[in-house]
């Protein structure tokens, strides 16, 4: 995190958080965007004083918003209505990058909704980023297939595919040759064509062929396994009595000689399972990578099997803690393999991408005492540090991003760590807490000697960031590994 431009987002972002963290789709966002710019229009001089240019600048951008908005509960805006009203209220760049940088923060928490399937969740966030940019086609039909799922989940509901369908239309008004959009209605017709039995002239379509349709995605790594032997016109190769001897095996593997170079790359776990849920062989994968030459804030690792790729593996993401020179970072992955499960080739890891950390001043870790929940085991030896990577300034909250180090100073792994992360004021009372397991799968444990580093994000108004002291952390649950014996 260390670039000046994601120093620059998180402060956009940080900027924006009080005057427009509560926008939203329906009718009390309009009511709130003309009370809220009313109220500023009522000010009195000294507020005005001490509100300055930027309180005039959030003036602006709220009744740019609320023009916005109100355009929208009429009709489908066009580049030339957004033109214009860019014009209308002198937008500047920054502005655009604000609106931007709050339309990417609310497709961030749709997707995260959209992993959990919590569809209600997912179409308001995404209905909110629309509302920022509504010749955006790709919002526009990722809202479409967001109703879609919510639909299905309660028995395939009219209104969601009315609404699925209204925003594909939307998209085609907008773009009339975007072959995306133009493949979502084909499919909907199909699927309405089938629930009004209209395909095959009855009233009753079996529900397990309609779902299969629906979701073949979930099937779709055994269609494709199927299809990729078909395409060949070659029937599956003949196995042997020995390859039918297992059902699991650890499989071989080698890295490239750049990651050996300037990584410590090692795997606890890589098993590969003939037949797994999905009808077809899965490849279980956990390791280490320990940074040997140089800090980096991206590390993206590829991994082929039988001379395919399966994959990426995403070590070190530019939103989470760098891996710094020493540090290890853990990962876990499950891929279905295509090649042939009987050969012998090894798996093969390579980098796929890399970005290296630039710090012109070096971070200071903090040394912390930890707290005891309960006593530690015997023999258990821990140093944790601490240091403040960021903090944003919002309007009426700040958000502190931290950074925790935790070094295994015993003679035995730990397979399993939780704790509680917290910042207290000088009396000792919480601000702010996370609770989180930092050790939990038993194929990554902290071994001996290792040095682990996690973000942490904690948000707390103002005064309580003025009333906070120094970070603690407080173990609650502390496991050794366990030898064969016991």
Known sequence: MGSPDAKLSYTVIGCMLENLESICYNKSFMKEIKERSGETEEQSGIEKAEDGTSGNADQRLNRYLSELIHMQDSRLLKTADLQALNRKYQLQPQDIEKLAMLTERHLTRALEYKGRERWDNAIVETERALLFTPLDNNIRLDLAELYLNRSAKYGYLQKDLQRSEHQVNDALILEPENREARSFQKELKKLQDMLKGRENKKRYIPLLILVMLILAAAVYPRVRYLLRLRSSEVLPPVQSAESLQWD??????????????????????????????????????????????????????????????????????????????????????????????????????????????????????????????????????????????????????????????????????????????QWRDEGGHVIAAKDLSFVEDKRLKLREGELRTLRLMFSMSKEESARAGAPAVILKRVEKEKNESQ
């Open 248 to 421: 699991s095996r650890e499989i071989a593997w080698v890295s490239s000689a750049d990651l050996d170079e300037e990584f410590d790359f090692s795997l606890s776990e890589r098993l590969l399972e003939k037949d797994s849920d999905t009808g077809i062989p899965s490849l279980s994968l956990a390791g280490y990578t320990e940074a040997l030459k140089h800090s980096y804030e991206k590390l993206d690792v590829e991994v082929y099997y039988d001379d395919t790729s399966m994959g990426v593996i995403p070590l070190v993401s530019e939103e989470d803690a760098p891996l710094r020179v020493g540090e290890t970072a853990v990962f876990s992955a499950l891929f279905h393999p295509e090649g042939d499960p009987d050969t012998q080739k090894p798996l093969r890891f390579t980098i796929r991408e890399r970005k290296r950390l630039h710090e012109d001043d070096p971070p200071g870790w903090e040394a912390l005492e930890p707290y005891t929940a309960t006593p530690l085991p015997h023999a258990v030896y821990l140093n944790v540090e601490s240091r403040l990577a960021h903090m944003i300034e919002g309007y009426d909250r700040s958000y502190l991003f931290l950074d925790f180090r935790i070094t295994n100073r015993g003679r035995q792994a730990l397979e399993r760590l939780d704790l509680s992360a």
